[in-house]
């Protein structure tokens, strides 16, 4: 008798704790998902003493874009695009990005911002477009801007100075970081967007269509993205 009472008591311990813990994963992916909670493989890179980011690229002279009217593979002289040597620079400041190789210049194209263009990004809806380092985290045919460029923010210094802005009472405790930054295009026959230097987005980097189509193809998920101001 005393030994089913133990028996049961350990069932009902052990039913407890499987549902402590399959409750609190599914509160972790809601606030992580939410953007009020970081993901784990991030809590060393927030708590490390090191500054976001060191500079990766040179900047070209921007008395005007540079070759902007030659394709990638004349600029090169190759026949194909090796898109492991490739990484970008946005200059948000310029209004530019700029396809490297070899670390090297080669093509610039103009691209419009989020509509507060200036400044860093510390929360959702402050319409900024995100500073620092970042990896292309996916690329994919988009039906409304021709294609979509996924960058991952927020990494480890996004979340840094996220959580750096909550604490210094810059933005509130509620905010959330946000999410879904890329490189795109613009909406079918709207290149003027680009043109007129409308900074229409909600915090991505948009390039006219034949712009973002050619980069597209130049790059690959993995490829280093540098914004700076």
Not at 61 to 87: C, R
Not at 143 to 148: E, T
Not at 149 to 173: C, E, F, M, T
């Amino acid at each position: 008798m005393f030994d089913n009472l133990i028996k049961k008591a350990n069932r009902k311990a052990i039913s407890w704790v499987i549902f402590l813990l399959l409750s609190g994963s599914i509160v972790c992916f809601l606030l992580i998902k939410r953007g009020y909670l970081f993901p784990l493989n991030h809590l060393w890179g927030i708590l490390a003493n090191v500054e976001y980011f060191e500079p990766l690229h040179s900047s070209p002279d921007y008395s005007q874009l540079l070759n902007y009217n030659w394709t990638i593979l004349d600029i090169l002289n190759t026949g194909t695009i090796d898109t492991s040597k490739t990484s970008i620079l946005i200059e948000k400041s310029q209004g530019t990005l700029t396809l490297y190789y070899d670390r090297q210049p080669i093509k610039s194209y103009p691209v419009v911002l989020g509509g507060n263009p200036t400044g860093d990004k510390l929360r959702e809806g402050d319409l900024k477009t995100p500073e620092g380092i970042f990896k292309v985290r996916d690329m994919y045919p988009h039906s409304d801007w021709s294609k979509f460029i996924w960058l991952d923010y927020p990494n480890a210094n996004s979340w840094r100075k996220h959580l750096q802005a909550k604490q210094q009472g810059i933005i509130p405790v509620s905010a959330t970081i946000g999410g879904e930054i890329g490189i795109h295009g613009v909406p079918s026959g709207r290149d003027d967007l680009i043109d007129r230097k409308n900074n229409w987005t909600l915090g991505c980097i948009s390039l006219k269509n034949q712009d973002v189509d050619e980069l597209y193809g130049a790059i690959q998920p993995g490829t280093t993205v540098e914004i700076i101001q």
